[in-house]
């Protein structure tokens, strides 16, 4: 299994840019999916996270409003739309794929990730 993030970008405050993550190599739907990310000097944090078929959604607090994750079945393909970015929102941001379904905010369990697109929000 692959996982290949896209969708990044320079942008200014308050714009919006939605990330891709497309999976290849096996069918992901039946498997939680995150997204995560990582600013300079800064520690890997949790984002947002989809469940299995039926998309239970989990956020962030600081994204949580601004931020929509989904996923399109028949693509193989996950998303996140971010709106309102803020420049707190820099970072190189990750998607990862759990086949344990444990602790979802935790990288830990997350079992496979792409190599991660960069968004950086200028104020």
């Known amino acids: 299994v692959q996982l290949q993030a896209s969708g990044g970008g320079l942008v200014q405050a308050g714009d919006s840019l939605r990330l891709s993550c497309a999976a290849s190599?096996?069918?992901?739907?039946?498997?939680?999916m995150g997204w995560f990310r990582q600013a300079p000097g800064k520690e890997r944090e949790f984002v947002a996270a989809?469940?299995?078929?039926?998309?239970?959604?989990l956020y962030a607090d600081s994204v949580k409003g601004r931020f929509t994750i989904s996923r399109d079945y028949a693509r193989n393909t996950m998303y996140v739309q971010m709106n309102e970015l803020v420049p707190e929102d820099t970072a190189v941001y990750y998607c990862?794929?759990?086949?344990?379904?444990?602790?979802?905010?935790?990288?830990?369990?997350?079992?496979?990730w792409g190599q991660g697109t960069q968004v950086t929000v200028s104020s």
């Open positions: 990862a794929v759990s086949f344990r379904s444990t602790a979802v905010m935790d990288g830990l369990s997350y079992d496979i």
């Open positions: 989809i469940g299995r078929r039926g998309g239970q959604t």
């Open positions: 190599g096996r069918t992901l739907s039946g498997y939680l």
